[in-house]
């Protein structure tokens, strides 16, 4: 089944305890990317990926870091993790940037930092 | 910077009622407008805009997309309990070359809810 699998799906952690979210999906798409949602704000873009090795910042990126060493992954990479990061995160993927842009989602990770 | 409204916030009705939500975006160089329906869990997609005044339909649900006044609306009509769930509006521009950066910027969201 063509999917976008995150894991953890639910991580209670406490502060400063680095901490990484995988995202893999296995449809074979360029382009990927990370969204957190928080209550009345909607979501936001915090990294994505055009391609493997290219990353570049969305709206959000501070206190986040990626990488894409291999098309099908795209782990996100909390550093040092605060209290404003609990959130709901999200993992997409399509098939290309410049082609159609319609975003498969993963089921999301729901983060609470203490 | 690319900006999206949507509004109302939130809505409640009865089943059959007919509900129209809006979305409304700055966007350098637009290239789409996409609205996303999301229950308890991930996004999943309803439609793509990228035209003027060409409604999309399917089913109960149809979209139409004003580049002129910068905005598009969702309409769905006869609503079920079924229909209720946090609806997006997203946005996407390109550079000056016409190519996708990549950037989809989306609204705070409408949560509808649809009582029996």
């Known amino acids: 089944e063509a999917q976008v699998t995150q894991n953890p799906r639910y991580l209670i952690t406490v502060t400063g305890k680095k901490l990484t979210v995988t995202c893999s999906q296995n449809?074979?798409?360029?382009?990927m990317s990370w969204y957190r949602q928080d209550p009345g704000l909607g979501l936001r873009q915090i990294y994505y990926s055009m391609n493997v090795e290219v990353t570049d910042k969305g709206d959000v990126p501070e206190g986040y870091k990626v990488s894409r060493k291999e098309k099908r992954n795209f782990p996100l990479i909390l550093e040092s993790p605060s209290p404003n990061q609990t959130s709901l995160y999200f993992c997409?993927?399509?098939?290309?940037?410049?082609?159609?842009?319609?975003?498969?989602f993963g089921a999301g990770s729901r983060l609470t930092v203490l | 910077e690319d900006k999206v409204v949507q509004s109302p916030l939130s809505l409640v009705v009865h089943e059959g009622d007919t509900v129209t939500l809006n979305c409304s975006y700055e966007?350098?160089?637009?290239?789409?407008l996409l609205w996303y329906k999301q229950e308890k869990k991930a996004p999943t997609f309803l439609f793509m805009l990228t035209s003027s005044g060409i409604e999309k339909k399917s089913g109960r649900l149809s979209s139409i997309l004003d580049k002129k006044e910068l905005f598009s609306i969702l309409n769905i009509t006869a609503t079920q309990t079924g229909d209720s769930a946090i609806y997006l509006c997203?946005?996407?521009?390109?550079?000056?070359?016409?190519?996708?950066?990549?950037?989809?910027?989306f609204g705070q969201g409408t949560i509808l809810t649809v009582h029996p």
């Open positions: 966007v350098t160089n637009f290239r789409s």
């Open positions: 997409a993927s399509r098939p290309r940037a410049s082609g159609a842009n319609v975003l498969t």
């Open positions: 449809m074979n798409h360029e382009y």
């Open positions: 997203a946005v996407e521009g390109t550079n000056a070359g016409g190519t996708s950066y990549g950037k989809l910027t």
